[in-house]
């Protein structure tokens, strides 16, 4: 059985909206954050950090709207190759969710007058779905990261990831691959 596209909450549907309107300045202030505290990470470079930021915020618009059953998936994946990207770019199991939660700071500040101006009843469904949506990205994160962490112990023998493997071609495809996915679904649920 398929899933089929079910109509949204007006007021989800509103987030959405003001989500995809502002959908450049929400990944530019978000990325400006994240490469603010990128002491070093050679081997993942600051464009393919700021492309997975892009597809984890267009994902989240489309979280908002009627594919967010479609999408879901998507959303934990995603978050999953976030947690793992950042386990190859050497940041410990608290970047990793501070960077996550900085979008949630973002959210409130570009979100807070529309929720405020919705009838409270709204207003607080559509802050409980926002947060429980960050929070699960955060634990799939969180998973990635560990993941990887194990993988790296157990493969290499305790040596970390150095520079000169093909880390960001890894991560590249797999965007690639994320992108192309969230791509077909827009493009099927049109």
Known sequence: MGL???PSNPAMMAVSRSLRQNRDRL???????VAGRMAQAPHIQRPTIERHLALLVDVMIEMAGPLRRQVAELWFT???VYGHTAAARGLAAGEVVEELQQLRELLIHLLSEMVANLP????????LR????LDRGIAHAVVGY???L???????RGVPIVASEPAEDEVLQRLEQLEDELAQLRIKNQ
């Open 130 to 133: 926002l947060n429980r949506l």
């Open 27 to 33: 990944v530019e202030q978000w990325s400006r954050w």
């Open 120 to 127: 409270p009843r709204q207003s607080m469904a559509v802050v």
């Open 4 to 6: 089929t596209m079910r």
């Open 146 to 148: 560990t993941d990887a």
């Open 78 to 80: 995603a978050s999953d």
């Open 150 to 156: 194990v993988e790296t112990l157990l493969n290499r």
